[in-house]
């Protein structure tokens, strides 16, 4: 007889510490090391001096560091693997550290999770607009570096293939600080932008806008976008990016009837999103954000792209496809039948 192998719980004692990375990361964040370890390679003497703080303990937060690979050491300096030099040094346009801080939020909502599967109430709804405004305003200039850049490739990639198709009017429907209607706002210089969010989330996507110098091609809506009339046979473009995922199916059809009526004859709906395999089986971070949106949600869900282009196709949208050029998700995009 073959003997059984020996279980160890060594997968286990991971899963109970795995909060150590996220408290390592968002350490080293707060004490704004990674930005430190930007100018130049440093002996842990010289970053403590820095910092303030002292050489031991800055010696074993690099140790910690270095063993989820952010950190590098050559003798007895240290310096940032690409990785964090690209992600986590403050200033740079891909900076990810708020992103980090912003999930020190999350983390409450996450441990009531046996409690929302028991009782179906969840510890907070942010398809609410009066907790979203609050949660996401503090939050949408931090997150335009995780979404602009995968924007940029997809608005090249549709110019690839529609050379003929210039988006002179675009809405931006929960723009949040505007990282899709930028990108296309960057690539067709006659795009005008009416992009529409919560009054708090505004402000900040303001900032986010006038910084990129295209506020002269921005027209803001401070409203709640269920609650506003939009203009009809109007737009060649509606932009509705990682919205859907806080409503209930009933809130998104409801939503994509108006939209539809919003367009032109030939216009483009785009749907950005997190997305599920069309079997549910995956990817690890969708299903990862379902589970959060049980939890931060009334009635969220993630989707399937097959669902949502099912969506458009039943409410007068055209030839929905999914188009993915880079990041883990595809986008979402139909057509408004042109008239004849």
């Not at 409450?108 to 907070?124: G, K, N, S, V």
């Not at 939050?139 to 090249?156: C, E, G, K, M, N």
């Not at 709906?269 to 089986?281: G, K, M, N, P, V």
Request: proline letters at 5%; aromatic letters at 8%.
């Amino acid at each position: 007889m073959h003997s059984q192998p020996t279980l160890e719980p060594t997968a286990i004692l991971d899963m109970n510490y795995a909060f150590a990375r996220t408290a390592l990361l968002v350490a080293a964040i707060r004490l704004h090391l990674f930005t430190h370890l930007a100018q130049g390679t440093q002996t842990a003497s010289e970053l403590a001096e820095r910092m303030g703080s002292k050489e031991d303990a800055i010696r074993r937060l690099l140790a910690g560091l270095q063993a989820i690979g952010l950190i590098e050491q050559a003798e007895k300096s240290y310096q940032l693997t690409p990785i964090a030099q690209k992600f986590l040094v403050e200033g740079k346009p891909g900076y990810l550290g708020g992103d980090t801080l912003a999930i020190l939020d999350y983390i409450p909502a996450w441990f009531e999770l046996d409690r929302t599967i028991q009782t179906e109430i969840p510890y907070r709804d942010l398809g609410d607009a009066t907790t979203a405004e609050a949660f996401f305003a503090p939050r949408v200039r931090d997150l335009f570096s995780q979404f602009h850049p995968t924007a940029v490739r997809i608005v090249a990639e549709l110019a690839r293939q529609e050379p003929e198709k210039t988006p002179h009017k675009v809405l931006d429907l929960g723009a949040g600080s505007a990282p899709w209607s930028a990108a296309f706002a960057l690539h067709y210089p006659s795009a005008q932008v009416t992009a529409l969010d919560l009054p708090k989330v505004v402000e900040q996507g303001r900032m986010q806008i006038d910084k990129l110098e295209l506020s002269e091609r921005y027209t803001w809506i401070a409203a709640d976008m269920e609650a506003i009339e939009l203009a009809e046979d109007h737009y060649d473009l509606v932009i509705l990016a990682h919205v859907s995922r806080f409503l209930s199916d009933q809130r998104v059809l409801s939503l994509l009837s108006r939209i539809v009526r919003s367009l032109r004859a030939g216009g483009s709906l785009l749907i950005a999103d997190i997305f599920a395999l069309d079997d549910r089986s995956g990817p690890p971070s969708a299903i990862t954000l379902d589970l959060s949106m049980l939890v931060n949600t009334a009635h969220g869900r993630i989707r399937t792209c097959a669902e949502v282009a099912a969506w458009l196709e039943n409410n007068g949208l055209h030839g929905a496809r999914r188009l993915q050029v880079a990041g883990p998700f595809p986008v979402v995009i139909a057509r408004k039948e042109e008239r004849i």
